[in-house]
């Protein structure tokens, strides 16, 4: 773990602010996860931490879910990078150590998603973010992450005791980086459904986790890009969740390149993939998420 923090503040550096919080991780739940089978760091959800800071600091935070078809994470390329990347633009970032297939099953890793969401919501006003300006971010299983929040929410517990629970797990936006979406034929990413669900899930749970089956006029605006010939998670997982937010009525933007490996992050290396980051920086300036916070973290 100290690893990890030490790459990340190196990462952030190029785009720190005067003023800038440093980069801290916290557990979601500090005296043992739900369902917890251990006590080692695969066993405890973790968020780090990323506030934006200076004169280029606005009211947004984004949740980013690193992918990794639920059996790893790819915390780099897919997690501290977007982090240095979202900072860059003002906002504050929020990198998620979720649990991981196969020791651990459906629903505890939308249970982790979720209770991040309420964690970075009730603590808004601390970060200096507006609490309903709370996006996610999701790649490849990530994103199938990010988008089960967006279409399995709810509303918070209202005879909870802990005021984390109380907040709504409702993302306010979405942005899906080559998702896997559906968990049946013939698109689904057979290895991210076997990670979450076992080798033979059963039917109505399959249903379950097939995003684009449960989206509704509530599914949060999204942002999806995906590449024509990703030989990993097919094109049309972004496909069929397009078509279903247009059909509810959801504010969406789509971008499919022609060519491009799966897996690319911001695709830094890649003259024409690299501009897709651009592009998802004038949807988030159309949204009026790049807005300066009226208020700064203490």
Known sequence: MLRRISILFLTLASVA?????????????????PGAQGSSEEDQPALTICLAGGEQKVSTGVLVFPGGGYV???MDHEGYQIAAWLNSYGISAFVLRYRLGPKYRHPIELGDAQRAIR??????????????RIGVWGFSAGGHLASSTGTHFDNG????????ELQSSRPDFMILAYPV?????????????????????EPALADLLSNERHVTHETPPSFLFHTSDDDVVPVENSIVFYQALRAARVP??????????????LARDDPELSRWPDLLAAWLHKRRLLERASTRAR
């Not at 602010?17 to 996860?33: D, K, N, Q, R, V």
């Not at 979406?181 to 899930?201: E, K």
């Not at 969406?252 to 491009?260: A, D, F, L, Q, S």
């Open 181 to 201: 979406i559906t968990f049946t034929q013939p698109f689904m990413h057979r290895g991210s459904r076997d990670a979450l669900l076992g080798f033979t899930p």
């Open 119 to 132: 964690y970075v919501r009730a603590h808004a006003s601390e970060f200096g973010i507006d609490p309903r």
């Open 72 to 74: 790893h994470l790819a």
């Open 252 to 265: 969406v933007e789509m971008h499919i390149y022609e060519h491009g490996p799966h897996g690319v992050g």
């Open 17 to 33: 602010f005067s003023e800038t919080p440093l980069p801290h991780t916290i557990l979601l739940w500090p005296e043992g996860a």
């Open 157 to 164: 517990n209202a005879g909870s005791f802990d005021a984390i």
